[in-house]
Nanobody, 115 residues
């Protein structure tokens, strides 16, 4: 059974920072590619960042240099550190895994960037 649970969302001022966590079921993080997506109202869900089982990373151009994805295999957790946040970053952020059992999503966590 694959389970992903996001946490860490909230309200932050422009220019501020926030770190999201995705707790996964056992061995998921170490074995498979993990990703963060986001979806704003009226928009399509878009890929923000991903990390492979080997540690390679990719980022959307809109967040490159500001966001960092990382993993802790022992804790089966993936993180998204978000710095220099902009109002355009406001969205529901989702964790995703591409496992051998298929693609699975977390429930999402709201990030709001506003004064």
């Amino acid at each position: 059974q694959v389970q992903l649970v996001e946490s860490g969302g909230g309200l932050v001022q422009p220019g501020g920072s926030l770190t999201l966590s995705c707790a996964a079921s056992g061995r998921i993080v170490s074995r498979y590619t993990m990703g963060w997506y986001r979806q704003a109202p009226g928009n399509q869900r878009e890929l923000v960042a991903l990390i492979t089982s080997g540690g390679g990373t990719n980022y959307a151009d809109s967040v490159k240099g500001r966001f960092t994805i990382s993993r802790d295999n022992a804790k089966n957790t993936v993180y998204l550190q978000m710095n220099s946040l902009k109002p355009e970053d406001t969205a529901v952020y989702y964790c995703k895994t591409w496992s051998n059992l298929g693609a699975y999503w977390g429930q999402g966590t709201q990030v709001t960037v506003s004064s």
